[in-house]
């Protein structure tokens, strides 16, 4: 537990962190969620709309540190190469 001022305050501002984390995470998790759907329907052009929508979520989430850049490039590739042999 807690003790100090200075070890409450960085108590109270971790939760407030892993709030605004977890709804980002939630965020980019639903967009993903929404491609994923899109290409097992087999619309292809639904699929890169909801693409096109997730791309910038994803990078955001990266930006703020919910991802690793690298895997939420890792994540926009392997979608759009989905989204790209679809109908092949």
């Not at 290409?39 to 930006?63: F, H, N, T, Y």
């Amino acid at each position: 537990m807690a003790n100090t001022p200075s070890a409450k305050k960085a108590v109270r501002k971790i939760e407030r962190r892993t709030a605004i984390n977890k709804t980002r995470r939630s965020r980019v998790r639903t967009f993903l969620r929404r491609v994923e759907e899109a290409i097992a329907s087999g619309d292809k052009s639904a699929a890169d709309e909801a693409l096109r929508a997730a791309q910038p979520e994803v990078m955001r989430a990266a930006q703020k540190g919910i991802f690793h850049t690298n895997t939420a490039s890792r994540k926009i590739s392997r979608l759009s190469h989905r989204i790209k042999t679809m109908n092949a």
